[in-house]
C-alpha cells in the first residue's frame, strides 16, 4: 500500500511548476482505517498570500487537490479517500 501511495503522490503533479505533490511537500501524511476501509489524506493549507494571488493560488490548489482525490480514488477503488486540509 505504501508504494502505491507513493506512485500517486509522485504521479500528481503542479501545472505551473511541473513538480509532483510529494516535490512540494503538499501532503503532510496518509493515514489507513481497515476498519472504515478509508484513507485520509492529510494536506498543507496554503497559509499566507496576498491580495489577488490568494485567488490564484486556491484555485490552483483546487485543482491540483482534486486531481490528487480522483488519483488515490483511481489506485484505491475499493476504499473511500478523504482529503483532509491541516494549517
Known sequence: ???KI???LDRVKE???GLSIAQL???KRV???EKMNKLLIFTKAVSQTHGCCTMLV?????QVLNQLEEEFKKEFPKHFIQL???L
Not at 486556491?58 to 483546487?62: E, F, G, I, V
Open 58 to 62: 486556491l484555485t490552483q490548489q483546487s
Open 84 to 86: 483532509v486540509n491541516v
Open 15 to 17: 501545472s505551473e511548476s
Open 6 to 8: 507513493d506512485f500517486v
Open 31 to 33: 493515514r489507513y482505517s
Open 1 to 3: 500500500m505504501i508504494s
Open 25 to 27: 511537500g503538499l501532503v
